[in-house]
């Protein structure tokens, strides 16, 4: 059962528009989420993370949501470029476990369409 | 800036042979990592370290091993290799500081015939 879960495989949005990519998590014990990028050919890079001693984190064009109560957290890109088109995973990981295990969600393929 | 090298981005190998895929850092990172990606799954944990000579099962641990003789370099080993082994590997690292965000190599696409 995946404990981290990504809902839509893919999205496309027009250039300049906001895009929101949407994650959701099983496990309370989670308390630091991740956002990686992916381009085709080489490996993820890290976009942006949020504790859940917050709601809200803010890099640039890029802010994470978490919503506790849902388990929820979202990813928001303004505007949209069309360098932005990727896979992103979602990322959760927990500091009550004896070791720094990540879960990685199945991804989101984001097309910006010019 | 941390940088993360796989030795090989593309590989075929038979069933049955035994393979070695490698990775190495260059920031002196204790914990370091090996997944492999699979459309539709993301990225499953193989097996980690978290020091020299230390390892631990990930979440799919069977068919592989791994090595850490050296800090810088974690080797993930295919036994025996299988078709369903066909995937892609990746391997990451990062340092002491709990949260920190790990950093990754370009991966090793896997082919088993």
């Known amino acids: 059962d995946q404990q981290v879960k990504q809902n839509s495989p893919s999205l496309s949005v027009q250039e300049g528009r906001i895009s929101i990519l949407n994650c959701d998590y099983t496990?309370?014990?989670?308390?630091?989420f991740l956002w990686y990028k992916k381009y085709p050919a080489e490996g993820p890079t890290f976009l942006i993370s949020i504790s859940s001693i917050k709601d809200k984190n803010e890099d640039g064009r890029f802010t994470v949501f978490l919503n506790k109560s849902a388990k929820h957290l979202s990813l928001h890109i303004v505007p949209s470029q069309p360098g932005d088109s990727a896979v992103y995973f979602c990322?959760?990981?927990?500091?009550?476990?004896?070791?720094?295990?990540?879960?990685f969600g199945p991804g989101t393929s984001l097309s910006v369409i010019p | 800036d941390v940088k993360v090298t796989q030795s090989s981005r593309y590989l075929v190998k038979r069933t049955g042979e035994k393979v070695f895929l490698e990775c190495v850092q260059d920031?002196?990172?204790?914990?370091m990592f090996w997944y492999r990606q699979d459309p539709g799954l993301g990225l499953r944990l193989i097996y980690f370290s978290y020091d020299v000579k230390m390892k631990e099962k990930g979440d799919i641990p069977e068919g592989y091993s791994v090595s850490r003789e050296k800090k810088e370099r974690f080797s993930l080993i295919l036994e025996s290799a299988s078709t369903n082994q066909t995937s892609m590997y990746l391997c990451?690292?990062?340092?002491?500081?709990?949260?920190?965000?790990?950093?990754f190599g370009d991966g090793t696409r896997l082919s088993i015939l």
């Open positions: 920031m002196d990172h204790e914990n």
């Open positions: 990451a690292s990062y340092g002491r500081s709990r949260n920190q965000p790990q950093h």
């Open positions: 990322a959760a990981s927990s500091r009550k476990t004896s070791y720094d295990k990540v879960i």
């Open positions: 496990n309370s014990m989670f308390d630091y």
